[in-house]
T-cell receptor, first 114, second 116 residues
Framework: AQSVTQPDIHITVSEGASLELRCNYS??????LFWYVQSPGQGLQLLLK??????LVQGIKGFEAEFKRSQSSFNLRKPSVHWSDAAEYFC????????????FGQGTELSVKP | NAGVTQTPKFQVLKTGQSMTLQCAQD?????MSWYRQDPGMGLRLIHY???????DQGEVPNGYNVSRSTTEDFPLRLLSAAPSQTSVYFC???????????????FGQGTRLTVV
């Protein structure tokens, strides 16, 4: 069955430090991959998406992610974290065999130390 | 452009009560879905719809009903609320016309439901 795993439940980084959030997926075909961010009490906002082509994708707020088919991974990165990046981050895969539903990982909560 | 609008934002129910969570989108999206979010479990799909008159179950459909009489609206009904349905509920919509699946989902702000 299709699945998404985010191994890190909670990560704390210092402001200005680099960030990498891990995402591994299990999907039989070429996946559609997404990263969403959720600020406290808010809905989900799309950070970036991968459908095909260049495996390094750029998103909003200075985030990027790299698709690695051999590792079934789609890790999210940011070179320098800002205090406003503190939020919960969700990786998701789109299952186009089931009407396009999104399968989400468990989420990674990011805390930023001053 | 309002996007996806959910009402209410907060709700407290007693066990056994029924209620309807409302979801409306103004982007003419074909695909709409309901998720519930619980700590440590991410978002789990309850029901989804690929167009007016068409609905299907997700991974956690028990205790919930949906209907899709118009493109814009996709209400979620709790038939007899249980404490296990205490959660945050999100409605989402996507553009999927002509089989396009490589489109992002737009989410509402969520409904925080507590069943006592």
């Amino acid at each position: 069955a299709q699945s998404v795993t985010q191994p890190d439940i909670h990560i704390t980084v210092s402001e200005g430090a680099s960030l990498e959030l891990r995402c591994n997926y299990s999907y039989g075909a070429t996946p559609y991959l997404f990263w969403y961010v959720q600020s406290p009490g808010q809905g989900l906002q799309l950070l970036l998406k991968y459908f095909s082509g260049d495996t390094l994708v750029q998103g909003i707020k200075g985030f990027e992610a790299e698709f690695k088919r051999s590792q079934s991974s789609f890790n999210l990165r940011k070179p320098s974290v800002h205090w406003s990046d503190a939020a919960e981050y969700f990786c998701a895969v789109g299952d186009y065999n089931q009407g396009g539903k999104l399968i989400f990982g468990q989420g990674t909560e990011l805390s930023v130390k001053p | 452009n309002a996007g996806v609008t959910q009402t209410p934002k907060f709700q407290v129910l007693k066990t056994g009560q029924s209620m309807t969570l409302q979801c409306a989108q103004d982007m003419n999206h074909e695909y709409m879905s309901w998720y519930r979010q619980d700590p440590g479990m991410g978002l789990r799909l309850i029901h989804y719809s690929v167009g007016a008159g068409i609905t299907d179950q997700g991974e956690v459909p028990n205790g919930y009903n949906v209907s899709r009489s118009t493109t814009e609206d996709f209400p979620l009904r709790l038939l007899s609320a249980a404490p296990s349905q205490t959660s945050v509920y999100f409605c989402a919509s996507r553009y999927t016309k002509a089989g396009r699946m490589n489109t992002e989902a737009f989410f509402g702000q969520g409904t925080r439901l507590t069943v006592v």
